[in-house]
């Protein structure tokens, strides 16, 4: 996924640099992980989407599509699938008592989705990150109101979500 070792090392140190941010400020810290997490689901789409153009067929061209498509590749038809099988944030989530991304997605807390460390559906994975993309817009756009507690909440969570995709992603790879 690197396509060098610079690229590489740079990826590491802004991975480090989310670490070092974890209890101080998560703002900062979701930047650097959503930057990264960024780069990956872009540069993945543009290498396919030449292969497809290849093939004759279209490819659409919007940031929640090529993320979709992304998501849709690494977790369940890639090699990397195998290291997303037990990738279940949103148990993690559950077992932190870190619940609002959850109850935004309209999942029952009963849900056995929520008590096994076992990949979800596509829907739910999607679902996921689109609300986590949509974070991301409301930061970057300055939509979020950083001062309230739920906005704060929701930033938190999208950071152990990112967190957990990016060990994984990284540990596959070193």
Same mark, same amino acid.
């Given at each position: 996924? *690197? /396509?060098?070792?610079?690229?590489? =090392? $740079? $990826?590491?140190?802004?991975? $480090?640099? /989310? =670490?070092? +941010?974890?209890?101080?400020?998560?703002?900062?810290?979701?930047?650097?992980?959503? !930057? #990264? $997490?960024? @780069? #990956? *689901?872009?540069?993945?789409?543009?290498? @396919?989407?030449? =292969? %497809?153009?290849? =093939?004759?067929?279209?490819?659409?061209?919007?940031?929640?599509?090529?993320?979709?498509?992304?998501?849709?590749? %690494?977790?369940?038809?890639?090699?990397?699938?195998? %290291?997303?099988?037990?990738?279940?944030?949103? /148990?993690?989530?559950?077992?932190?008592?870190?619940?609002?991304? &959850? !109850?935004?997605?309209? &999942?029952?807390?009963?849900?056995? %989705?929520?008590?096994?460390?076992? #990949?979800?559906? *596509?829907?739910? &994975?999607? +679902?996921?990150?689109? !609300?986590?993309?949509? &974070?991301?817009?409301? #930061?970057? @756009?300055?939509n979020a109101n950083l001062s309230d507690f739920d906005n704060n909440k929701l930033i938190d969570e999208a950071n152990v979500v990112l967190k957990c995709f990016l060990e994984k992603f990284l540990n596959k790879d070193?």
């Open positions: 996924m *690197f /396509a060098s070792n610079k690229e590489k =090392q $740079f $990826f590491n140190d802004w991975y $480090f640099r /989310a =670490q070092l +941010d974890e209890n101080f400020d998560p703002d900062r810290q979701f930047f650097y992980f959503y !930057a #990264l $997490f960024d @780069h #990956l *689901f872009k540069t993945y789409a543009n290498e @396919h989407e030449k =292969q %497809i153009k290849l =093939q004759g067929l279209k490819f659409e061209n919007t940031e929640r599509s090529r993320l979709k498509y992304f998501l849709f590749n %690494i977790f369940y038809i890639e090699p990397e699938k195998k %290291i997303f099988e037990t990738f279940n944030p949103l /148990a993690t989530l559950k077992s932190g008592n870190k619940t609002k991304l &959850i !109850a935004q997605l309209k &999942i029952n807390e009963n849900d056995t %989705i929520l008590s096994t460390f076992k #990949l979800p559906s *596509f829907e739910v &994975i999607s +679902d996921l990150f689109m !609300a986590i993309y949509d &974070i991301r817009c409301n #930061l970057f @756009h300055g070193v």
